[in-house]
């Protein structure tokens, strides 16, 4: 019989709260195409800030909330110079806590107040430390306003020369399934122009090739993470994964009656290529809502790219990162000591505040924020949650002084050798919202101890464990 805590629904999240601590820009339809424009031509940013620049695609700030910044000055004081008892409580035990031998003595933690902004406990918050998985937030935070939650990236297969070219367009969701109603277009175009017989090629020239990240080991290739191309197919883990998808397509194309010739090899479409079939993926807000959900370092690696490329820079570790940067900086995110190299926190060189992290996930309190940011919050797992990072499976929230957080802490794991993360939301004894990100760097505790002491703290700014 399984005795596992009963998972309860997580209560409702509405964000809200004044937040008077940064000075953040407005994230709005429009205003992230200014953002995106502003990246790609600096020079001219100046002329199109404007509703008017964006009339090309037909949408202007209408088509999400007022995201335009409060303005008014914030005379109110910080919840630092008079936490209520139930912070206080919180403070004081973490204070306790934080020093558990388990976590060892290279830890940065942050609480804060999503209502008042105020700051509940800071203990080295502002120690940049190896994150891990955490960076993803970052990774999110930057493809969602860049590119927009409503963004779906396109797979082509185009004709020319005999050939049956498919193009990678950056999709990390593509399936057999969705090369197999590809491989229908095709057939049915070739068999009308009389043909059997065609030629297969790739086109992943989206991305640059393949290297490793800094901090990034060899042997990360390809189970840890995929060579990063511009084309794959059912997420598979291998070296080449465009040939690999050209391969399939290619197999449906042979299980539909068509000879394929030869191997199939690389090819650059070439303007005049003739236009057969198209795919679009899952919208971005549900791509991003998976990705957070299990950590899946190939498609955070994949948005990092896509990310760049709309903002005008090459897709690169280096090109994205820019980008990354430059997005938080806009929101107002502290970037002291914030070192990133990759989309994914595989990279041994990233090192991130928990005050960064901490600010990151405070976005996702701000209603001016829902349309853009939402799938982060609603991805992030729930302590005890089926499928999750955060899965009784991984040992999560299973303690006697932690498994009272089960339904109650949302949050993103990060782990790799060295370095244990945990960062996101809970609703404390109050009724308020808690931000929180804690990050370990070099315990000598076993991974199991560490997590079920980060576990701890959680659910100490929960205040279920009083």
């Not at 197919?233 to 690999?244: K, R």
């Not at 980008?323 to 995110?333: A, K, T």
């Not at 600010?359 to 701000?366: A, G, N, R, S, V």
Request: with cysteine; hydrophobic share 40%.
């Amino acid at each position: 019989m399984n005795h596992s805590p009963e998972v309860v629904p997580p209560p409702t999240f509405t964000p809200g709260g004044r937040h008077g601590h940064r000075k953040p820009k407005q994230f709005g339809a429009g205003a992230r195409r200014a953002l995106v424009l502003a990246m790609a031509v600096p020079v001219a940013s100046a002329a199109l800030v404007g509703p008017s620049a964006f009339a090309a695609d037909g949408k202007t700030t209408a088509t999400a909330p007022d995201t335009t910044p409060d303005t008014t000055p914030d005379t109110t004081p910080d919840t630092n110079d008079g936490l209520d008892s139930a912070d206080q409580a919180i403070a004081a035990n973490l204070n306790t806590r934080v020093i558990d031998d388990r976590l060892g003595n290279n830890v940065s933690g942050v609480v804060l107040d999503a209502e008042s902004d105020g700051t509940v406990w800071d203990h080295n918050g502002a120690t940049a430390l190896m994150p891990a998985s955490n960076t993803k937030l970052a990774t999110a935070t930057a493809a969602l306003t860049v590119l927009g939650p409503d963004h779906r990236f396109k797979t082509k297969v185009v004709y020319g020369d005999g050939t049956l070219t498919l193009v990678g367009g950056g999709d990390r969701t593509l399936t057999t399934a969705d090369l197999a109603a590809m491989a229908k277009d095709a057939v049915a175009g070739l068999k009308a122009a009389g043909l059997t017989g065609v030629k297969v090629a790739v086109d992943d020239s989206l991305f640059p090739e393949p290297t490793l990240a800094n901090g990034w080991k060899p042997d990360y290739f390809p189970g840890d993470v995929a060579p990063v191309r511009a084309l794959v197919v059912d997420g598979h883990a291998v070296d080449d994964t465009s040939i690999d998808a050209g391969q399939v397509f290619a197999q449906q194309l042979a299980v539909d009656g068509i000879t394929v010739d030869g191997e199939v090899t690389r090819r650059t479409a070439a303007v005049t290529d003739v236009p057969v079939s198209r795919h679009k993926s899952a919208e971005l807000s549900d791509i991003v809502h998976h990705m957070i959900k299990v950590s899946d370092n190939n498609t955070a690696e994949t948005l990092l790219r896509m990310t760049a490329l709309r903002a005008g820079q090459p897709a690169t570790f280096e090109g994205g990162t820019t980008v990354v940067r430059d997005v938080l900086s806009r929101y107002g995110v502290s970037l002291e000591n914030f070192e990133m190299y990759d989309g994914s926190g595989l990279s041994r060189a990233n090192r991130i505040p928990a005050r960064t992290l901490a600010e990151i996930l405070d976005l996702l309190t701000e209603k001016r924020y829902e349309y853009l940011l939402s799938s982060i919050r609603d991805g992030l797992p729930v302590a005890g949650e089926a499928d999750s990072t955060l899965a009784p499976e991984w040992g999560r929230f299973d303690d006697p002084n932690s498994s009272c957080a089960v339904g109650k802490v949302h949050a993103k794991t990060g782990t790799l050798t060295g370095a244990i993360a945990l960062s996101g939301l809970t609703q404390g004894k109050d009724g308020r919202w808690k931000v929180f990100s804690f990050v370990e760097n070099d315990s000598t505790a076993s991974g199991s101890a560490i997590k079920d002491a980060m576990d701890g703290l959680a659910a100490t700014v929960n205040g279920c464990w009083a």
